[in-house]
C-alpha cells in the first residue's frame, strides 16, 4: 500500500509540475523570445521485491525549453542585417523624397536662371530683365542651400541617431553581462539545470543589441556568452562589459565617429567595421549616400560657379567694363589632422573645376614621402608633392612628420557657399568686350566677324586693331594683312583659296576673316565701348545651360543633377529592394525558430487536459490506496 | 510546421499591413496622377524627366525669343520698306528735275522737297524699337545712330548685329546694322563710278554706261581734245599710271570702250574736257542725297551747267538705284530670316508636343491600370482582414 501511495504522490507531484508548466507557458504566448517549456518525466528506480522489478512511479527530472542554437543565431543574424537594410531604406527614401517633388529641385531653378539669361540676351540694354537675373541666381543660390542644408540637417541627425545607438548598445552590454553573471550562478546553484527564463531573457536582449548592430557570438562552457561586434571588437567578456565611445572626426567637425578607448588615450575608430543594424546603417548611409550626395551637389555649384565666372569676366557690363565674378569663387576645401605634428602648410587649389569628380582625398606622410589616397576609387599617387588630380592642384611645403596627414574634401562646402556676388544689374557682362568692322572705303568684299575673346588679360586694347590687305605681306605673291595696335606678324590670308573664311587667333582673340579683299582695304577690330545692344555674352552664358561643361566634358549641369538624383534614387531603390528580401528571410527565420521554441496555445489546451486527466488519475490512485488499506484494516478488525 | 499563436497573430497582421501599403501607394499614385511618386520608384525614368522637362523650358524660351525675332524683323522690314518709297519718290524728283522743261528756280524748290526726305531718311535710320533702343545702331543701341552737323551726316553705331536664339543650334540675326543698310552702299553702276572734271565747259553727258566684260579695276582719266574747231573731236583714256589705254576719234553718241568699260557719250565735249572712271567705293545714303540738293539748289541756265547738271543727276540717279537695290537686297534677307524665324517656331511647336506626349508617357499614370489596380488591391486587403478574423476565432479552448 505504501507503495502504491508512493507511486500516486509521485504523480501527483510531477503532473502539478507539468500542469504548471503549460500555465507559465499560456502565460507567455505573448512574451517577446520566450521559449516554450516542457516537463521531462522519468520513471523512478523500481524496486526489486518477491524476485520482480515493482515500478515505483515517476519523477521530473528537468523542465526543458525547446530551443535551437542555430536558429537562434540564425534570427540574430537576419534581424541585424534586415534592420540595418530597414534603417538604410528609410534614411534613402527621405533623401529620395527630398528630390522627388519637381518643384522644389535644383532642376527647376537652373531652368529659369537660364531662361532669365536668355531674356538678357534677347533685350541687354534693358535693366529690368537684368534685376530679374540677380533675382534668379539668388533663388538658385537659396536653392542649393536648401539642398544643402536638409543634406546637413540629416547629417545632424545622423550624429543623434548614432549617439544614441551608441548609448543603447551600451546600456544593453552591460545588461548583458549583469544577466551572465546571474545565469552562471543559477545554473551552478541548480547543480547544472538550466535556468530556462534567465536564458531567453538573455537572447532576447542580444537580439535587441542585433537591431541596432550585427554582432557574434561564443557560448562559453559557464554558461555565459561572448559578444563581439564589428571584426571582433568584444563588447561583453563573462560578467563586464566594454563601453563603445563617440568623438568627433578629426577631420570633419560635423560628424560623429563611433569607436572605443584607445589605450593611449583618445579613442580607435571602428566607424568602418561596424555593420549592420541601425548604427551599422547610419554609418553606411553616410559614407555611402549622404557625403557623396553633398559633394556631388558642392561639385556641381563649384562648377557652375566656375565656368559661369569664367564666361561672364570675358564680357562687357553695361558701363564698358570688364566683366566681374557673377558667383562667389569656391576653393577647395581640407582639414589638417589636430596630431600633425609636422610644421607642414598645404595649399589646395582648384585648378579647373571642370575635371573635379566630387570625390575626397587623403594625403598622408610616411616613409620620407607624401601619399595622396582618393577615398572613393582607392587610387593612389607618391611623391614629395606638388600633386595633380582631377582638377586639383595640391601644393605642400614645410617640414613634415612621419604620420601627418590631411583630409582634402574639394567640393564639401561647395553648395553651403554657393553665392552671388554681382549686386548691381548694369555689372552683368552681356556684351563682347571687342567689335569689328571693315572700312568703308574698302573696295573688297573682305568682312571680319566672330571677334572672341579667349584671355582678357590683354584688354581692353590700347587702341584700335587694324589689319591691312597687302597681296604682299608676307613676301612677293604671299597675301595676308599687315598688323597695327597689336603684336604679331603679318597674317597669312590668300583670297583666291580662304575666301570661304579663315580663323585666327591674335593674343586671346580670336577671329574669322572671309571674302575677297583689294589692296590696301582695312580690318578693324576695336574696344567694344558703349555697346549697350550687344548680347554676344549673354548668348554665351545661356549656351553654357546645354553645353556638356562638367565632369571633364562629358556632363551638362542639369546632367550632373541629374546623376546625383539617378544615384540617390538607385541607392534607394537598391535598399528598398533589400529591405523587402531582408524581411521575408527574417520572417522564415524567425517562423523557424517558433516552430521549435513558440507557444501554440491549441497545443498547450490538449496538454492542459492530457495532463489534468493523468492528474484526476494519479488523485484516484491515492483513493484506491485508502480504499485497499481500509480493507485490510475492516479484514483484521474483529 | 509547427506554428506558434504569436506567430499566426504576427503573420496574418502584417499581411494586412503589406496590403495595405501598397494600397496606399496605388491612392497615392491616383492622387497625384503621378507614375512616380519619387525617384526611387524609376530612377531611369526619373533622369529623363528631368532632362525632357529641361527641354521643355529651354523650347518655351525659345518660342518667346523667336517671337520676339518676328516683332524685331517685322519692325525692320517695315522700316526698310519705308526707305525704299521714300528713295522712290527722290528717283522720280530727280528724274523730274533732270528733264529740259525744267528752269533753275523750278529745280530749286524740287531740291527743296529732296532735303525734307533727306530729314525724313535720317529719321528712318534713327528708329527705335519698343524698348527704346536705336534699331540701326549695331551694338551701340543705345546712341542715336546717325547725327548732322551741316551738310554731313555720320554714323555713330558699329557694325555689330544682334542675334536671337531660337532653337539650340540656330541664331538668327533680328538687327542689321546702320552700316550695313545706310552707309555701305556702292556707287556708280556698282562697278565704276564715272564723274566729269569739274572744269568741263563742253556739253558732253554721260550716258548709258556698264561693265564690259571683266573690269580692270583702276582709276582712269577720259581726255578729249580738239585743238582746232574744224578738227575731228579725239579722245584718249590714261590710267593711274598716265599709260594710255585706248584712244580714237569721238562723235556723239558714241561708245568709248577699254578695260572692260563701256561708256556713251552724247552732246559735245570741248577741247580738254575730262571725265574720272574710277572703281566703285562706299557711300552712304545721306551723302548721296545731299549731293543731289547741293547740284539742284546750284543749277544754272548756261549749256555747260546743264551737262554738268545732266551729269550729277546722271550719277545720282545711279546712286540711287544702287541704294534702291541695296535696300531690297537687305529687306529680302530679313525676309528670309523671318521665314527661318517662322518655320523655326513652327519646328518647336512641333517638337514640344512631342516632348510633351514622351514626357507624360514617362511620368504620367495609366488611369485605367492603376484603377483596376486600386480595386484588386482593395479586394485582397479585405480578403486578409476577413480571413485573419475567422483565423484569430480558432481555439481549442472554446471547447473547454
Redesign the interface.
Known amino acids: 500500500m505504501a507503495d502504491l501511495l508512493n507511486v500516486g504522490t509521485s504523480a501527483l507531484l510531477s503532473l502539478q509540475r507539468a500542469i504548471s508548466t503549460t500555465g507559465h507557458n499560456i502565460a507567455n504566448v505573448n512574451t517577446e523570445g520566450y521559449s516554450r517549456q516542457r516537463v521531462n518525466f522519468d520513471t523512478l528506480p523500481s524496486q526489486f521485491s518477491g524476485g520482480n522489478y515493482i515500478g515505483s512511479g515517476v519523477s521530473t527530472t528537468s523542465v526543458q525549453r525547446s530551443y535551437d542554437q542555430f536558429l537562434t543565431s540564425e534570427v540574430r543574424t537576419r534581424t541585424a542585417s534586415q534592420s540595418g537594410f530597414q534603417a538604410f531604406y528609410e534614411l534613402s527614401s527621405r533623401l529620395d523624397g527630398l528630390l522627388a517633388d519637381p518643384a522644389v529641385g535644383l532642376a527647376p531653378a537652373l531652368d529659369s536662371f537660364f531662361g532669365v539669361v536668355q531674356d538678357v540676351a534677347n533685350n541687354p540694354g534693358s535693366l529690368p530683365e537684368r534685376q530679374v537675373l540677380l533675382g534668379e541666381a539668388q533663388v538658385l543660390a537659396d536653392r542649393f542651400h536648401y539642398l544643402d542644408g536638409n543634406f546637413r540637417n540629416m547629417g545632424d541627425e545622423l550624429n543623434t541617431r548614432i549617439e544614441g545607438a551608441v548609448g543603447e548598445i551600451n546600456s544593453l552590454a552591460q545588461s548583458i553581462a549583469d544577466l551572465n553573471e546571474e545565469v552562471v550562478r543559477a545554473t551552478a546553484r541548480a547543480t547544472g539545470e538550466p535556468p530556462n527564463d534567465l536564458l531567453d531573457a538573455r537572447d532576447q536582449l542580444i537580439n535587441q543589441l542585433a537591431e541596432i548592430i550585427g554582432v557574434t557570438t561564443v557560448e562559453q562552457s559557464d554558461g555565459a556568452v561572448n559578444v563581439m561586434v564589428g571584426k571582433g571588437q568584444s563588447l561583453v567578456v563573462g560578467f563586464t562589459a566594454e563601453q563603445l565611445q563617440t568623438a568627433v572626426d578629426p577631420y570633419d567637425g560635423t560628424q560623429i565617429l563611433v569607436g572605443s578607448a584607445s589605450p593611449a588615450g583618445g579613442i580607435t575608430d571602428l566607424s568602418r567595421f561596424l555593420s549592420g543594424g541601425e548604427l551599422g546603417a547610419a554609418l553606411d548611409f553616410r559614407e555611402r549616400m549622404l557625403n557623396p550626395a553633398i559633394n556631388q551637389l558642392g561639385m556641381l555649384a563649384t562648377g557652375i560657379a566656375a565656368t559661369f565666372n569664367e564666361q561672364h569676366q570675358l564680357g562687357l557690363d553695361l558701363n564698358s567694363q570688364p566683366g566681374g565674378e557673377f558667383f562667389l569663387p569656391l576653393n577647395a576645401t581640407f582639414v589638417a589632422h589636430p596630431n600633425n605634428s609636422g610644421l607642414t602648410s598645404l595649399a589646395v587649389d582648384i585648378s579647373d573645376a571642370t575635371a573635379l569628380t566630387g570625390d575626397d582625398y587623403s594625403l598622408r606622410f610616411g616613409g620620407g614621402q607624401w601619399t595622396l589616397t582618393n577615398l572613393t576609387t582607392n587610387v593612389t599617387q607618391t611623391g614629395a608633392g606638388p600633386f595633380a588630380v582631377d582638377g586639383l592642384a595640391i601644393n605642400v611645403a614645410g617640414a613634415p612628420v612621419d604620420g601627418d596627414a590631411f583630409v582634402i574634401q574639394p567640393t564639401r562646402q561647395g553648395a553651403t557657399l554657393f553665392d552671388v556676388v554681382l549686386s548691381r544689374p548694369e555689372d552683368f557682362a552681356a556684351a563682347f568686350p571687342l567689335r569689328s568692322a571693315s572700312e568703308l572705303s574698302n573696295t573688297g568684299s573682305a568682312q571680319i566677324e566672330g571677334v572672341v575673346v579667349t584671355d582678357a588679360s590683354g584688354l581692353p586694347l590700347a587702341g584700335q586693331v587694324t589689319l591691312t590687305f597687302n597681296p604682299d605681306a608676307l613676301g612677293i605673291g604671299l597675301p595676308g594683312f599687315d598688323l597695327t595696335g597689336i603684336a604679331g606678324g603679318p597674317l597669312s590670308y590668300d583670297p583666291a583659296t580662304q575666301s570661304n573664311g579663315a580663323a585666327f587667333s591674335l593674343g586671346g582673340i580670336d577671329f574669322t576673316v572671309s571674302g575677297d579683299p583689294q589692296s590696301g582695304d582695312e580690318l578693324t577690330i576695336s574696344n567694344n565701348t558703349g555697346g549697350s545692344g550687344d548680347n554676344r555674352n549673354a548668348l554665351a552664358l545661356a549656351g553654357l545651360q546645354t553645353s556638356r561643361e562638367l565632369a571633364g566634358g562629358t556632363s551638362s549641369y542639369q546632367e550632373t543633377y541629374g546623376r546625383l538624383v539617378a544615384d540617390i534614387a538607385v541607392q534607394s531603390r537598391q535598399a528598398e529592394t533589400g529591405a523587402t528580401t531582408e524581411s521575408i528571410l527574417l520572417e522564415q527565420a524567425v517562423g523557424a525558430r517558433e516552430s521549435v521554441s513558440g507557444v501554440n496555445l491549441d497545443e498547450e489546451a490538449a496538454n492542459l487536459i492530457r495532463f489534468q486527466q493523468a492528474y484526476q488519475a494519479a488523485a484516484q490512485m491515492i483513493t484506491v490506496a485508502d480504499q485497499l488499506f481500509q480493507t485490510l484494516l475492516n479484514a483484521t478488525q474483529r | ?7 499566426i497573430f504576427q ?1 496574418g497582421i ?1 499581411a494586412i499591413l503589406v496590403q495595405q501599403s501598397k494600397l496606399q501607394h496605388t491612392e497615392q499614385q491616383l492622387a497625384t496622377g503621378r507614375r512616380m ?8 525614368a ?2 529623363q ?3 525632357l ?2 527641354d521643355l ?2 523650347i ?2 525659345y518660342q ?2 523667336g517671337s ?1 525675332a518676328e516683332g524685331q524683323l517685322a519692325l525692320e522690314e517695315t522700316v526698310l520698306a519705308d526707305v525704299g518709297n521714300m528713295l522712290n519718290r527722290v528717283r522720280e524728283l530727280v528724274v523730274q528735275a533732270n528733264n529740259a522743261s525744267q528752269s533753275p528756280e523750278s529745280r530749286r524748290s524740287i531740291g527743296t522737297e529732296i532735303a525734307a526726305r533727306v530729314d525724313e531718311l535720317q529719321a528712318l535710320a534713327n528708329t527705335r524699337d519698343a ?1 527704346g ?2 534699331l540701326f ?7 542715336e545712330p546717325f547725327s548732322r552737323l551741316g551738310n554731313s551726316y555720320s554714323y555713330n553705331g ?3 548685329q ?4 531660337v532653337a ?1 543650334s540656330t ?1 538668327v540675326a533680328v ?1 542689321d546694322s546702320g ?1 550695313d543698310v545706310f ?2 552702299v556702292p556707287t556708280g553702276n556698282g562697278t565704276f563710278d564715272i564723274e566729269p572734271a569739274g572744269t568741263n565747259t563742253g556739253t558732253a553727258v554721260i550716258g548709258s554706261n556698264s561693265a564690259n566684260g571683266s573690269f580692270v ?1 583702276d582709276s582712269y582719266s577720259i581726255i578729249f581734245s580738239q585743238t582746232t574747231p574744224a578738227d575731228p573731236v579725239t579722245y584718249q583714256v590714261v590710267d593711274s599710271s598716265a599709260a594710255v589705254v585706248a584712244s580714237g576719234n569721238f562723235l556723239p553718241g558714241d561708245n568709248i570702250e577699254f578695260a572692260g568699260v563701256s561708256v556713251r557719250f552724247d552732246g559735245l565735249p570741248e577741247n580738254g574736257d575730262s571725265f574720272a572712271l574710277s ?6 545714303m545721306f551723302s548721296t542725297l545731299q549731293n543731289i540738293v547741293g547740284h539742284l539748289e546750284g543749277a544754272g541756265s548756261a549749256p555747260s551747267e546743264l551737262a554738268a547738271l545732266n551729269n550729277a543727276m546722271g550719277q545720282a540717279l545711279n546712286n540711287i538705284d544702287q541704294a534702291l537695290g541695296h535696300v531690297l537686297n537687305v529687306r529680302a534677307d530679313v525676309g528670309v530670316r523671318l521665314g527661318h524665324v517662322e518655320s523655326q517656331l513652327n519646328i518647336n511647336d512641333s517638337f514640344n508636343v512631342q516632348l510633351q506626349e514622351t514626357l507624360s508617357e514617362i511620368q504620367d499614370l495609366d488611369y485605367a491600370d492603376a484603377i483596376s489596380r486600386f480595386n484588386l488591391q482593395l479586394t485582397t486587403l479585405e480578403a486578409a482582414q476577413q480571413a485573419y478574423i475567422k483565423m484569430q476565432g ?4 472554446n471547447f ?1
Open positions: 510546421m509547427r506554428l506558434s499563436s504569436a506567430q503573420q502584417s511618386l519619387t525617384p526611387a520608384d524609376d530612377p531611369v526619373a533622369v524627366v528631368l532632362s522637362t529641361e523650358q529651354l518655351d524660351q518667346r525669343n520676339l524698348s533702343e536705336y545702331a549695331g551694338f551701340q543701341s543705345h546712341t558699329d557694325n555689330g544682334r542675334m536671337l536664339q539650340g541664331q538687327r552700316f552707309m555701305s579695276a572703281p566703285s567705293v562706299r557711300q552712304d480558432l481555439s481549442l479552448f473547454l
